[in-house]
């Protein structure tokens, strides 16, 4: 198991340095200038000029890429031009703020998910089966924002159930230890605080899983109903054992190999598209953060913003292939 942790390790090397190229190439064909976006369009040419050799955009843009992989392999991502403060220490908030998302909305997908479509393929073609199939079919296809909206309507303005918008209360703000609000309340000690944060997360939280929710109990019903027509599975049926654990002990075990792709794949897809929800129930994450750097041509902020989603991203693929081997011994050999 480790020569294949190892190898797959040293396989992701390459992936991140083509990553890198491509996000630093493509961002620099953005049109537009940052130092014209900065002064204003009113500023003088001379000015303009100044800046740019101060930000080293004058610079060819081999020499840039390699004094950006310089400080990149230092753990530098950059100062913001906008700002002119580190990157580093202001990405870190706005991550931790979708990753607290993302995690929510992929809890709610893989329990409601994976149980919804465990129970269709244990009561195939029942009522329930097709019911859990209409919803997830209609999950797909619904739009994340539009879904947002509606349930900031009725369980915001109408039923006053949930807050709207924001990570935390105004009045009763969450003072950050660690930036992820649901941990750093708990170390608090502060129950009425979680609670509070808990509440301002579900519709956000909700509406980003509603499309891997549907995804996964599409996938986990389909793999289930391949696993349950097995020998192995009719021999345990035969055996006596109860249909509970012949599904959930036996079955869900080799089901859920290709549920995982999915799984690992949604992830990735949670912590880079969530910039619609972000952007309607104004959540201070990190797609939020590059979508307004990209209005200021903030080129060192988008790049690290791309690369640091895209090496997640890459990651939790990685600890997907780990877990293919947990599941499934014969993979590692």
Do not use: C
């Not at 190439?25 to 100044?50: H, M, Y």
């Not at 006053?160 to 608090?188: A, C, F, K, M």
């Not at 790049?303 to 600890?319: M, P, S």
């Amino acid at each position: 198991m480790l020569n294949y942790t190892l190898r797959r390790l040293g396989s992701l090397i390459p992936v991140l340095i083509g990553m890198s190229i491509i996000v630093f190439f493509i961002i620099r064909a953005i049109p537009g200038d940052p130092a014209q976006t900065i002064l204003g369009d009113k500023a003088s040419a001379a000015a303009v000029e100044n800046l740019r050799e101060e930000l080293g955009l004058n610079d060819h843009i081999i020499i840039q890429y390699f004094s950006y992989m310089g400080d990149l392999l230092t753990g530098d991502l950059g100062t913001s031009i906008r700002t002119d403060s580190s990157i580093s220490a202001d990405i870190w908030p706005y991550l931790a703020a979708t990753i607290e998302l993302a995690f929510v909305a992929l809890l709610i997908a893989v329990i409601v998910g994976v149980n919804a479509g465990i129970l269709s393929a244990w009561f195939q073609n029942s009522i329930f089966d097709y019911t859990a199939m209409v919803i997830a079919l209609i999950g797909v296809s619904m739009p994340v924002f539009w879904l947002g909206l509606m349930e900031q309507w009725i369980f915001a303005l109408e039923l006053n159930w949930l807050p709207s918008i924001g990570r935390d209360s105004v009045r009763n703000p969450v003072e950050p230890i660690t930036h992820l609000y649901l941990i750093d309340t708990l170390l608090q000690g502060n129950m009425e605080l979680f609670i509070e944060t808990i509440r301002h997360i579900l519709l956000p939280g909700i509406a980003l899983g509603t499309i891997p929710m549907a995804i996964i109990a599409r996938m986990t019903r389909s793999s289930m109903l391949e696993v349950m027509r097995s020998d192995y599975i009719r021999t345990v049926r035969a055996k006596g054992q109860k249909m509970f654990v012949v599904v959930y002990k036996h079955a869900l075990k080799n089901a859920f190999i290709p549920v995982l792709t999915v799984i690992g794949l949604q992830t990735g897809l949670l912590l880079g598209g969530a910039i619609l929800t972000e952007t309607i129930f104004s959540w201070p994450g990190i797609g939020r953060y590059v979508y307004e750097s990209i209005q200021y041509r903030d080129y060192p902020v988008i790049q690290a913003g791309i690369l640091v989603i895209a090496t997640i991203f890459v990651l939790v693929n990685l600890v997907v292939d780990l877990l293919y081997a947990a599941f499934d011994p014969r993979i590692k050999y």
